[in-house]
């Protein structure tokens, strides 16, 4: 079955500092990855997907991530940090490996940015 | 474009009634998914419908069910509520002809409380 591990419950930086939040997926099929974003009270916004076009994928906001098959990651990076970044992330996984076509979730990371 | 809209955005119940949701995808969509979030378990899928079937299903029991419109509108019906159906409810509306590359585009969340 498709999994997706984040690590690190909660990551803060400061205004301007690098931004990596990390995700590691589990798969037998080839995997179709995406990170989410979802402010206090909103649903979710599609920061980023990766179908096997490019390993390196270019977001909204700023952000981008890369795939690399042979750690199974698709890390999530901005170079700097800005204040409206402070949300909670999610990497998903989509893919037929359980016979159907649905996202399945890691348990999220919380960014929060300092001033 | 509109967005995926879903009503009502907050609801209050008691143990044992019934609640239906309601979600309108995106124009030109004819998926869509519901998911369940709760800060235990996090973000899971419950079921899919496309062209008024349904496509995809989660492992929820059969409290939890679902039907589409012909003009692709979505509700979901959770019968007989629990306390730990307390969550905010998420529809995703997707073109539902890309495989699992498709995109989904959330709605803002029901927010539904049982008391």
């Known amino acids: 079955a498709q999994s997706v591990t984040q690590l690190g419950s909660h990551v803060s930086v400061s205004e301007g500092a690098l931004v990596l939040l990390r995700c590691n997926y589990s798969?037998?099929?080839?995997?179709?990855l995406f990170w989410y974003v979802q402010y206090p009270n909103q649903g979710l916004q599609l920061l980023l997907k990766?179908?096997?076009?490019?390993?390196l994928v270019k977001g909204i906001n700023g952000f981008e991530a890369e795939f690399k098959k042979s750690e199974t990651s698709f890390h999530l990076t901005k170079p700097s940090a800005h204040m409206s970044d402070a949300a909670e992330y999610f990497c998903?996984?989509?893919?037929?490996?359980?016979?159907?076509?649905?996202?399945?979730f890691g348990s999220g990371t919380r960014l929060q940015v300092q001033p | 474009k509109a967005g995926v809209t879903q009503t009502p955005r907050y609801l209050i119940k008691t143990r044992g009634q019934q609640v239906t949701l309601s979600c309108s995808p995106i124009?030109?969509?004819?998926?869509v998914s519901w998911y369940q979030q709760t800060p235990g378990q996090g973000l899971q899928f419950l079921f899919e419908?496309?062209?008024?079937?349904?496509?995809n299903k989660g492992n929820f029991p059969g409290r939890f069910s679902g039907r589409q419109f012909s003009n692709s509108r979505s509700e979901m019906n959770v019968s007989t509520l629990e306390l730990g159906d307390s969550a905010l409810y998420l529809c995703?509306?997707?073109?539902?002809?890309?495989?699992?590359?498709?995109?989904?585009?959330f709605g803002p969340g029901t927010r539904l409380t049982v008391l």
């Open positions: 998903a996984v989509s893919g037929w490996d359980t016979g159907r076509r649905a996202l399945t």
């Open positions: 995703a509306s997707s073109s539902g002809t890309s495989g699992s590359t498709d995109t989904q585009y």
């Open positions: 990766y179908t096997s076009a490019a390993t």
């Open positions: 419908y496309f062209s008024e079937t349904q496509r």
């Open positions: 124009s030109g969509h004819r998926s």
């Open positions: 798969s037998s099929v080839p995997p179709y």
